[in-house]
């Protein structure tokens, strides 16, 4: 099984920046693709940013431009560089893997965008 912790939330004034973290156990080699969701309150769960094996990316719309996610095998660990934060932003962000067709997650971190 794989093990999720993410780490790098608080809170932001709007326009600033945050670098989530998700580190991953020992399993990496074999997970096909990592990603990066979200779930403010009284709303669905949905998918931010996503990075296959082969390093093949994809953006929710709303987060194109500002967000980048990367991935760094050796040390099995995921990122998420978040800019230009909008209070729309606000929400608990969760590390997403995906391993033998078996979806895993993290607990989840708080990102919270206010003035």
């Known amino acids: 099984q794989v093990q999720l912790v993410e780490s790098g939330g608080g809170l932001v004034q709007p326009g600033g920046s945050l670098r989530l973290s998700c580190a991953a156990s020992?399993?990496?080699?074999?997970?096909?693709?990592m990603g990066w969701y979200r779930q403010a309150p009284g709303k669905e769960r949905e998918l931010v940013a996503g990075?296959?094996?082969?390093?093949?990316?994809n953006y929710a719309d709303s987060v194109k431009g500002r967000f980048t996610i990367s991935r760094d095998y050796t040390k099995n660990t995921l990122f998420l560089q978040m800019n230009s934060l909008k209070p729309e932003d606000t929400a608990v962000y969760y590390c997403n893997a995906v391993l033998l067709r078996v979806d895993y997650w993290g607990q989840g971190t708080q990102v919270t965008v206010s003035s």
């Open positions: 990075i296959t094996s082969i390093g093949f990316t």
């Open positions: 020992r399993t990496t080699a074999s997970i096909n693709a």
